[in-house]
């Protein structure tokens, strides 16, 4: 009896009939198998036995068929040369083709078969089916097909091996395929987003780098003399990135003194403070004085409600007052040195 296929009747290849032919043949070469295996054992099967062995072999092959024209994958079987014998109905919805017995080197064009780059024509020859009918195993295998009737494309993830028979003889190959193409796609936003978010974050950090500079920006009003204006709240990282940018302009510059000017912060805790002091004492590590100009009555007296020690910092009124109180500073300095060198002098005199 014919097998019934839901496929029959539609103009497609191999077609349902030539696919059944094959089954019946491959039951029929079975049964003689059978037969003659029994015969070598002494025992001569009788016309009905060898009906009966016949009728459930084709059975157990339709059922077999059967199972493969249903399943969601792609089943393409191959004989030792290449030809194709057997594609179930999946294999052909997947690439939108009809899939014919066209030899191995005709694949790759047919099909419009490609690299996952989806530009690079995929050799015949590494095809995983025509691997498998050169005696090798291959798993999850990717590859981007494209042809007139799919000109979008999509991706395959192939997987294929050798075909034994119960000998343990090769016979052919077999390649089984799903398409994977909205996973691909998924895949692909993912990283383009990825790409965008790293953008985004790129910019916001150089953005962040820049509103810092301006918020602490690092001026040398004299010689020798540097300021420092704090523009909000100082935390942590904030305040170790303001000292290490600090300590390098005072190493560069070799300046003298620094007025830090803390107008623009309206609001002090101990936290913030014990930064302050820490920022002065690698400050003055360097050699340089350090001064602390413009605080606020509000900040003022939630210091002294804190009860926060700012140790031996020179705090001043105003930024005015800090650069005069340097000029003064310096100017002292160059009166003692010109009295210490003047000594030498004096006494030579007398």
């Known amino acids: 009896m014919k097998p019934v296929r839901r496929n029959e009747g539609k103009d497609r290849s191999p077609n349902p009939a030539r696919q059944s032919d094959e089954v019946k043949k491959q039951a029929r070469t079975s049964a003689k198998k059978a037969a003659g295996r029994a015969a070598d054992k002494g025992k001569r099967a009788s016309p009905a036995e060898l009906a009966s062995t016949l009728e459930q072999l084709e059975n157990r092959a339709r059922a077999q068929q059967a199972i493969l024209d249903n399943i969601v994958d792609g089943v393409v079987v191959s004989q030792q040369d290449g030809k194709i014998v057997y594609s179930n109905q999946a294999a052909e919805q997947v690439i939108n083709l009809a899939i014919?017995?066209?030899p191995p080197d005709e694949w790759s064009n047919r099909y419009g078969l490609y690299h996952v780059d989806g530009e690079t024509p995929f050799p015949p020859t590494d095809l995983p089916l025509a691997r498998a009918l050169r005696g090798e195993i291959i798993t999850a295998q990717e590859i981007f097909f494209r042809n007139n009737k799919n000109p979008k494309g999509g991706w395959l993830l192939v997987s294929a091996r050798p075909v034994l028979d119960p000998e343990g003889s090769f016979v052919g190959a077999v390649a089984v395929f799903r398409d994977v193409s909205e996973r691909k796609r998924w895949e692909q936003e993912m990283a383009h987003q990825l790409v965008r978010e790293k953008e985004?974050?790129?910019t916001l950090e150089r953005l962040r780098l820049t509103v810092q500079q301006l918020s602490t920006p690092i001026?040398?009003?004299?010689?020798?003399v540097l300021v420092l204006p704090i523009i909000g709240m100082l935390d942590s990282r904030r305040s170790g990135e303001v000292t290490d940018q600090l300590l390098e302009e005072i190493a560069r510059k070799?300046?003298?003194f620094v007025i830090i000017d803390v107008t623009g912060?309206?609001?002090?805790?101990?936290?913030?403070?014990?930064?302050?002091?820490?920022?002065?004492?690698?400050?003055?590590?360097?050699?340089a004085r350090c001064m602390l100009t413009g605080v606020r009555p509000a900040v003022a007296q939630t210091l002294t409600a804190l009860r926060v020690d700012l140790g031996p910092m020179?705090?001043?009124?105003?930024?005015?007052?800090?650069?005069?109180?340097?000029?003064?500073?310096?100017?002292a300095e160059v009166d003692v040195t010109h009295a210490v060198a003047s000594r030498p002098q004096v006494a030579a005199r007398r």
């Open 100 to 102: 014919t017995d066209s």
């Open 200 to 202: 985004r974050n790129d």
């Open 219 to 224: 001026l040398e009003i004299w010689d020798d």
């Open 254 to 256: 070799q300046s003298r």
């Open 265 to 287: 912060v309206e609001i002090m805790d101990s936290s913030t403070a014990d930064r302050l002091l820490r920022l002065v004492s690698a400050v003055e590590l360097l050699g």
């Open 314 to 331: 020179l705090t001043l009124r105003n930024l005015r007052h800090g650069l005069q109180t340097c000029l003064r500073m310096m100017q």
